[in-house]
């Protein structure tokens, strides 16, 4: 069993559409999540950065941490075409160990 | 300020060939990680360098894979020699050493080995 699942999608959804991405995990000593948006050819680029369940806003950005449940969401608002991403997801212990492990990613389009 | 920088963008090797990928971090980040995404799978952590120190090399997938960060500035991610099934997108990562130890990614370099 991986410790992180994501749905790999892919997603398509009109532009001005609320989009919703979710991650589960298994391993409760997961104490940070990160949500990273990655464009065709590029590399990962953070968006969100959590370390407490509860949500966090940032412009149409909301990231969602539920550790109890171990499910983690990203929201986008008034969703654009730039928006058109691979999203991934990823999380790391509060130990020594800094390794991020990541979600499968989910392939977003945000049609004109 | 520059970003993390990776070279090559793309190599294409035979299998049995050695190649060295290159990662120039963020100046003044004292961490330096590799990561590497093989096809249909998730991103996955390789190592974690702490200024020319190895902190963690835990996900190295064997001793064909040697990495390096002389200096404590830029490292080196060779392979040696090289199979079909390290074909992959190689990440490189970068982050302050006090903090929320953000990552901040380079580009990757795409390897294809023949």
């Given at each position: 069993q991986k410790e992180v699942e994501q749905d790999p999608g892919p997603l398509s959804v009109p532009e001005g559409a609320i989009v919703s991405l979710n991650c589960t995990y298994s391993?409760?000593?997961?104490q940070y999540f990160m949500w990273y948006r990655q464009y065709s050819r590029k590399g990962p680029e953070l968006l969100m950065y959590t370390y407490s369940s509860g949500n966090k806003e940032d412009g149409r950005f909301t990231a969602q941490v539920d550790k109890s449940s171990k499910y983690i969401s990203l929201f986008i608002r008034?969703?654009?075409?730039?928006?058109s991403a691979t999203y991934l997801c990823a999380m790391k212990t509060s130990g020594s160990a800094r390794q991020l492990t990541f979600g499968s990613g989910t392939q977003l389009t945000v049609l004109p | 300020e520059a970003g993390v920088t990776q070279f090559p963008s793309h190599s294409v090797i035979e299998k049995g060939q050695t190649v060295t990928l290159r990662c120039d971090p963020i100046s003044g980040h004292d961490n330096l990680y590799w990561y590497r995404r093989v096809m249909g799978k998730e991103i996955k952590f390789l190592l974690h360098f702490v200024k020319e120190s190895k902190?963690?090399?835990?996900?190295?997938?064997?001793?064909?894979f040697l990495a390096e960060r002389t200096g404590g500035t830029y490292s080196t991610l060779k392979v040696?020699?090289?199979?079909?099934?390290?074909s992959g997108v190689y990440f490189c990562a970068s982050s302050q050493?006090?903090?929320?130890?953000t990552q901040y990614f380079g580009p990757g370099t795409r390897l294809t080995v023949l």
């Open positions: 391993n409760s000593a997961f008034d969703s654009q075409p730039s928006d | 902190q963690d090399e835990s996900g190295m997938p064997n001793n064909r040696q020699p090289a199979e079909l099934e390290d050493l006090a903090g929320a130890d």
